[in-house]
Nanobody, 126 residues
Framework: QVQVVESGGGLVQAGGSLRLSCAASRRTFSSYAIGWFRQAPGKELEFVAAISWSGGTTDYADSVKGRFTISRHDANAKNTVFLQMNSLKPEDTAVYYC?????????????????WGQGIQVTVSS
């Protein structure tokens, strides 16, 4: 079982930046592909970004390309994935979820993932 925990959310003005972090309870997190999804009020869950287990491949939703960057840091038995969010817009306001799967690629469908965090609120004011 892998426990996934997000941190780093909050309130920011439009045009600002936030960095979300995703940590896992198990060392073997380093062999897991990681994704970020988000859900805005009244809307469906949508894919945001994904990174392969090696960090060598990333994928982004068109709505965040050029503004968001996903990366991972696996060292000293501590496994963390970051989502750097720049040039934030009010439409980026949502609960953001980190998710993991033991797989070799990047995955963009929520059904591909096995482990989900509780979610963290990101609010962008206009």
């Amino acid at each position: 079982q892998v426990q996934v925990v997000e941190s780093g959310g909050g309130l920011v003005q439009a045009g600002g930046s936030l960095r979300l972090s995703c940590a896992a309870s198990r060392r073997t997190f380093s062999s897991y592909a990681i994704g970020w999804f988000r859900q805005a009020p009244g809307k469906e869950l949508e894919f945001v970004a994904a990174i392969s287990w090696s960090g060598g491949t990333t994928d982004y939703a068109d709505s965040v390309k050029g503004r968001f960057t996903i990366s991972r840091h696996d060292a000293n038995a501590k496994n963390t994935v970051f989502l750097q969010m720049n040039s934030l817009k009010p439409e980026d306001t949502a609960v953001y979820y980190c998710t993991a799967v033991d797989g070799s690629y990047t995955y963009t469908e929520q059904g591909d993932y096995d482990y989900w965090g509780q979610g963290i609120q990101v609010t962008v004011s206009s």
